[in-house]
């Protein structure tokens, strides 16, 4: 079985900074990309940033500049640097991976999820 276990967050005031850290464990075969998507009261989940086993990222374009995403996949943990946070950026933060398990197919799997709350 595969976890994802996310740390970080919390609360910070209007143009602060937080990092959040996630790290995949389990019966992982392949994985194929880590990222992290949000989800605000009232809407929908969506993604903030993602990195590929090559390297390769993507951001939301709400948050390029200002956010950036590492990853280890060796490793298998992904981190997400936010600066000059504001109030929008408030939300839940979910880790996602894409992973191949053993014995079994290639699907999404998700953290708990971390709040981020961006308040003064």
């Known amino acids: 079985q595969v976890q994802l276990v996310e740390s970080g967050g919390g609360l910070v005031q209007p143009g602060g900074s937080l990092r959040l850290s996630c790290t995949a464990s389990?019966?992982?075969?392949?994985?194929?990309?880590m990222g992290w998507y949000r989800q605000a009261p009232g809407k929908q989940r969506e993604l903030v940033a993602v990195i590929s086993s090559s390297g390769s990222t993507n951001y939301a374009s709400s948050v390029k500049g200002r956010f950036t995403i590492s990853g280890d996949i060796a490793r298998k943990t992904v981190s997400l640097q936010m600066n000059s946070l504001n109030s929008e950026d408030t939300a839940v933060y979910y880790c996602?991976?894409?992973?191949?398990?053993?014995?079994?197919?290639?699907?999404?799997?998700w953290g708990q999820g971390t709040q981020v709350t961006v308040s003064s």
């Open positions: 389990g019966s992982i075969f392949t994985l194929y990309g």
């Open positions: 996602n991976a894409v992973i191949k398990e053993l014995g079994s197919g290639t699907r999404d799997y």
